[in-house]
């Protein structure tokens, strides 16, 4: 934690405390030497006395403590939390408790999420695997707002596919053979006995 000592007297305690000497002093070295940069008790005991201080002292702490434990742990070949785990007991023991406690809570948690089951979704294989092709029609007048959509699905091929006709290099859609009465296709569809698309909230 890279926090200047002044910074910190300034934004959490109404600059508290604040000395041009100690521009460049960060709040860790504060921590571990108070008195060699605040002489004044008075003013000393009142910026140990804050909450906010204290907060940060504990918490200026624990990052010391972990990195000294990242160094020591990497000097013993330990750089994952794979490694942590096969470490020898005497690795494990060379350091502090804060930070065994936060390894062992994040390798139970990886290994608790890569050895639970996975999740079997009944059916859905087969509902894909026996889906079948099925087309959309448009619904005649009257009968269009019984759907929301004025479409609705049918079963298997249509009686009367889409038919083109060349044009140049193009295809064209041929509306001259379209049979009269016959609601025309406007889309092929995969169904299957599940519904389509297959939903787990059925």
């Known amino acids: 934690m890279d926090i200047k000592l002044n910074d910190f007297l300034t934004m959490e305690l109404d600059g508290k405390g604040i000395l041009r000497a100690n521009r460049n002093v960060l709040l860790k070295d504060f921590l571990n030497n108070p008195t060699s940069h605040i002489q004044d008790e008075g003013v000393l005991r009142e910026i140990q006395a804050a ?3 204290v907060r940060m002292e504990t918490a200026v702490k624990e990052e010391v403590i972990f990195e000294e434990d990242v ?6 070949g330990v750089h994952t939390l794979l490694g942590w785990s096969i470490a020898a007991a005497e690795v494990k023991e060379g350091v502090h408790n804060l930070t065994k406690h936060s390894l062992n809570a994040a390798h139970e ?11 079997i979704l009944e059916g859905l294989y087969e509902s894909v695997y026996n889906a079948r092709w099925s087309h ?3 619904l ?9 959509t004025g479409m609705v699905v049918k079963e298997g091929k249509p ?5 083109y006709k060349k044009v140049g290099l193009t295809l ?3 509306d001259g053979v379209e049979q009269s009465g016959a609601a025309p296709p406007r889309l092929m569809v995969l169904t299957s006995d599940k519904g389509w698309p297959y939903t787990l909230n059925r």
């Open 136 to 138: 959309v029609v448009e």
């Open 71 to 76: 160094r020591r742990l990497y000097k013993n």
């Open 140 to 148: 005649p007048g009257g009968e269009k707002t019984k759907t929301g």
């Open 51 to 53: 909450g906010r201080y």
């Open 159 to 163: 009686k009367q596919s889409w038919t």
């Open 109 to 119: 948690e990886l290994r608790r999420q890569t050895t639970e089951a996975a999740i």
């Open 172 to 174: 064209e859609k041929d």
